[in-house]
């Protein structure tokens, strides 16, 4: 068995729009193959004030001196990239599907907190649609675990949606009847998805997909129009959900169903449950789902994201 790569060290994090455009004239083999342990880490770095100032007016987070939940995301959304442009990964980046994500928030981080950040992928898993790899992502201050995330990303491969359907493992998201019953006494807030929003979160995240530009951009890759980032979508989720997103210990869970069309007409609901968990969807209005999850106080399953 051949040694892992060398771990990638970073004086600062990269450019996302130069390892977007990097993924873009990148060679990749015809077959897919295994995808060994590849990890990247950047040294300490204070967010800029500026990238922060955007993606708060984008999302809808007030000044109020901590980082949004969903923020470190943004940070580590370069070393995503960086690992995933590596010579050793065996897929192109392009193509891939963003499907679900773990975030874990183990206390609240001031805006000018100095953030190490690391991030490794190893492994995939077979599922019906293609294969899936988790990107994981540790963020430390001081030495010291303070938010984590999973990354789960699809490889659509040809032939995988002739299989025949898997059975929904324990865990995953609801059906839709069960949907409807959990959000049956939320009430619906309507949102107006302006066409430049995709312009907007690139500007906040670096991420200048041409898919998320233009519909003239988006229909070279087969859409009709260009769509929304998926994690701007989640930042909006978690900025209209309030106080119950400023505590210190948080895990936000996020399923993306499908595209979000830009301009959109969509409806934002959430339902509090017992223990404080927070379920939240954004829906189109004729009922189609592009985005559900779940806010939960505290953190768990901190081992999926620890360094062996």
Known sequence: MSASPPVL??????SLAVELLRAAVARRPARPG??????????PFTPDKRQLALYREVCGFPAEGH?????????????????????????????????RNHLQQHRRLAEGASLSVSAWVEG????RQGRELDLHTRVEEGGVLVWSAVTTMLRRLPGTSERPREERPAGSSASATEEDTLFAHSRPAPWTVPEDTGRRYARASGDYNPIHLYALTAR????????????WTVGRCVAEMGEAAEAPALTLTSAFRRPLLLPSR??????????????????????QPHVMGQLTPGVDEPARTDSP
Do not use: C, W
Request: charge should be positive; aromatic fraction near 6%; charged fraction near 20%.
């Open 34 to 43: 295994e995808v060994p342990r590849l990890e990247v880490r950047v040294r």
């Open 67 to 99: 980082l949004p939940l969903p923020f470190p995301q943004v940070l580590a959304a370069p070393l995503h990239l960086a690992l995933l442009n590596r010579p050793e990964f065996p897929y192109r980046l392009l193509g891939m599907i963003h499907v």
């Open 124 to 127: 995939q898993r077979e599922v």
């Open 9 to 14: 060290e970073l004086a600062e994090p990269p």
């Open 220 to 231: 070279a890759f087969g859409l009709p129009r260009a769509i929304a980032h998926g994690m």
């Open 266 to 287: 969509v409806v934002f609901q959430t339902a509090v449950q017992r223990d404080g968990t927070v379920a939240y969807r954004v829906k189109s209005e004729d009922g």
